[in-house]
């Protein structure tokens, strides 16, 4: 039995015909910033521990899948109207928990991730509810993957990790599960919304320059500056990478497919399951550049090394796979260049500033040739 809805909080779904334009709203960039203050959190615990690799991926699975729920929501209804803003800034809250509670997820008796869990998946509930009852199945889905993690903060060992593993499992095939029919989803707003949390995330690839360079407590001399501007090089390599044109052209392949269902599937394939190990990489990378520009002359720890190189190559092989989901050409050329930045692994125990520099010229020269070839096609 559906009972009545108070009309103050009901919302009609009107779905944004693709020519007309859907921006981002400020209070969605807002709201991604805590998202990302969540990524920062990563990228520090990461660095600290480089052992902690399976908890940040079990972790950033959890996340990754609640952003990009909230994502599909607030693109099939705007948050234009009082109610619909308060209930964003309310997961605003449920989100900064998570990103305090990231560094004792796995501590015993670690409840804080739970609870904001509980705090996002509920406001998300209930801003599909605002507009139809339709997604009360993946709300269920959410909810238990919830539970799960609250369980496992009470667990130890291998039921904790197992526990969690469930957890991201029940939410990754929730698709499946309650079907992908019924998400209008635009283009121009999937693709302008997942551009800013990557443009943000290389942000703070930035920020973590500057960390790691306090973090070394040298002077500012000739060498730090120059490792850190070829850590600024690295990351600007990977925007070059992401937005010289992928984005727009990702947005085009979407508009072409009418079809509701199919486009939904791109969408998941190509900007849920492909963006997980952009995302990723750049939290690597960030640590692994923390590590380097903090002592550039010594030898990096086998986990800094492996950040660094596997970070740029998780990078990489995402964009490879989102441009081969949305049938753009040359992610061959993306998965090779990956591969061969894992080549510099051996390099770091040598010199932190030879295995960045080699990477950092290897992501350079692999797109001035991507780019050449572009030229060189017929228009």
């Not at 705090?119 to 599909?128: A, E, N, P, Q, R």
């Amino acid at each position: 039995m559906k009972f009545p809805l108070p009309q103050w909080f009901t919302e009609r779904v009107d779905p944004v015909p693709d020519h007309e334009e859907l921006r981002v709203s400020t209070i969605e960039l807002f709201f991604d910033l805590v998202f990302v203050f969540t990524a920062t959190q990563l990228t520090v615990l990461l660095a600290a521990d480089f052992g902690s690799l399976p908890q940040v991926l079990l972790m950033f699975g959890v996340i990754w899948w609640m952003f990009a729920s909230y994502a599909w929501v607030t693109n099939a209804v705007p948050p234009l109207r009082v109610a619909r803003r308060f209930f964003m800034l309310l997961a605003m809250a449920g989100w900064l928990i998570i990103a305090l509670a990231v560094p004792g997820a796995f501590a015993e008796k670690g409840t804080g991730f739970a609870i904001g869990l509980f705090v996002i998946v509920v406001v998300h509930g209930l801003m599909y509810l605002q507009s139809t009852w339709r997604f009360l199945r993946m709300f269920t889905t959410n909810l238990t993957g919830a539970v799960l993690i609250l369980l496992a903060a009470q667990a130890d060992g291998g039921l904790k990790y197992a526990l969690w593993a469930a957890a991201l499992l029940v939410m990754w095939i929730s698709p499946y599960l309650t079907g992908q029919e019924g998400f209008p989803l635009h283009p121009g707003h999937v693709a302008e919304r997942h551009g800013l949390v990557v443009i943000i995330a290389l942000g703070e690839s930035v920020v973590a320059i500057a960390v790691g360079i306090g973090n070394g407590h040298g002077p500012l001399d000739a060498p730090t500056i120059g490792t850190a501007l070829i850590g600024l090089a690295l990351s600007a390599s990977l925007w070059w990478a992401y937005f010289h044109a992928d984005l727009e052209r990702a947005e085009q392949a979407l508009v072409v497919v009418t079809e509701q269902v199919r486009r939904t599937r791109l969408v998941l394939f190509g900007f849920f399951y492909a963006h997980m190990p952009i995302l990723l990489g750049i939290i690597a990378v960030s640590a692994g550049v923390k590590k380097a520009v903090a002592h550039p002359g010594d030898p990096l720890s086998i986990g800094a090394r492996l950040a660094l190189a596997g970070g740029v190559a998780a990078f990489l092989l995402g964009s490879a796979a989102f441009r081969a989901i949305l049938g753009l050409p040359g992610g061959r050329a993306r998965a090779l260049t990956g591969l061969l930045a894992l080549v510099t692994i051996p390099v770091g125990g040598v010199s932190a500033v030879l295995q960045l520099g080699l990477v950092a010229v290897l992501l350079a020269v692999a797109l001035a040739v991507e780019e050449r070839a572009d030229r060189l096609q017929p228009v």
